[in-house]
């Protein structure tokens, strides 16, 4: 039975190596050949012939995208999961065009390997098929999930950083404007300052200048900048400065006094969590500490106990 087992487990692997292969590396027909090089042409691109060689500049980035094209091509996701997933990606720092596509690669690689991996350890331990079935489901859906967590917690540190980071450009932005700087000249100050101490805020500081450099509106940049984030914080200061340029008000003003309201919710923000480590603290320290103590404490009346009702015997 275990012979079958690991026999089966071997076929099946193989035949799934086999197939990924030919999806990878698969001949493209003499039409699509054909359409393609029409479509390179109509592109302005020159093709030197069907000998012509053309280097792979981003092998990583065509692999992935191999990989993804059967499960597009199966359940091809929607405008709005695209966007949605387009935002969350932006959110987590990956801005790149390719990366929703690495993204999906990722989820099938996860969704085909851990299973295949379940199932290679199940047929070396011997275990019954029907374990083995439980735990081949079970490394899918942890394969499914992987990747969602992993670009949450992403999501969710770059979010903190610029949180953190936030009200050190704030007030080093209030000193450049009331110094004379322009807002343009203060993000760009900003930028070059606080790169090695807050890197995020700084790269994003960075791209919203640019923005307005190459010719895009200023409210139109600073609302890209907040919609790249998602930080409520940045929302708020973007909506601030967008009010003070429409109607004309002092911009130096409005930073201090937002950054004084930012120092104050970080502070708050600090001591919330400082409350929040007793609660954290309780259930490491009744797993671990308290049986510790217990054995300390109550070991040397447990093995008294058990000689005085030994003799009593």
């Known amino acids: 039975m275990i012979l079958i087992i690991a026999i089966s487990t071997f ?21 699509t050949e054909r359409l393609r090089r029409l479509a390179g042409k109509d592109g302005g691109t020159v093709q030197a012939g069907p000998t012509a060689v053309i280097p792979d500049e981003r092998p990583a980035t065509e692999i992935a995208q191999k990989i993804a094209n059967p499960l597009n091509k199966l359940l091809p996701p929607s405008a709005t999961e695209a966007r949605k997933l387009q935002k969350q990606l932006m959110h987590a720092g990956f801005r790149s065009p390719e990366a929703p ?35 081949i489901i079970l490394g899918f859906i942890v394969g499914f999930f992987m990747p969602r967590y992993f670009l949450s917690r ?70 890209n900048l907040a919609e790249r984030t998602g930080v409520d914080d940045l929302r708020s200061l973007v909506a601030m400065l967008i009010q003070t340029d429409k109607f004309g008000t002092s911009i130096a003003k409005g930073l201090r006094v937002f950054s004084d309201g930012l120092r104050t919710k970080r502070r708050q923000r600090a001591e919330q969590e400082a409350q929040k480590a007793a609660v954290k603290l309780l259930f490491p320290l009744a797993c671990f500490l308290f049986p510790t103590l217990f054995i300390a404490i109550l070991g040397p009346a447990a093995l008294n106990l058990m000689d005085v009702l030994a003799k009593m015997d």
Not at 107 to 133: E, R, S
Request: include cysteine; aromatic fraction near 6%.
């Open 154 to 223: 992403i999501t969710k540190n770059r979010q903190r950083e610029l949180r953190w980071g936030l009200a050190d450009a704030l007030d080093l932005m209030v000193v450049s404007v009331e110094a004379g700087l322009g807002l343009n000249a203060a993000m760009l100050k900003v930028a070059s300052e606080l790169r090695d101490v807050h890197s995020a805020i700084a790269i994003e500081f960075e791209l919203a200048n640019l923005e307005i450099r190459v010719g895009r509106e200023r409210d139109e940049a600073l609302r």
């Open 11 to 31: 076929v099946c692997i193989s035949l799934a190596m086999l197939g990924v292969y030919w999806l990878l590396y698969k001949p493209q027909s003499a039409a």
């Open 101 to 135: 596509v690495i993204y999906r690669a990722i989820q099938i690689a996860a969704m085909g390997g851990f299973p295949l991996i379940v199932a290679g350890v199940c047929a070396i331990l011997a275990k019954p098929l029907g374990d083995a079935l439980i735990f």
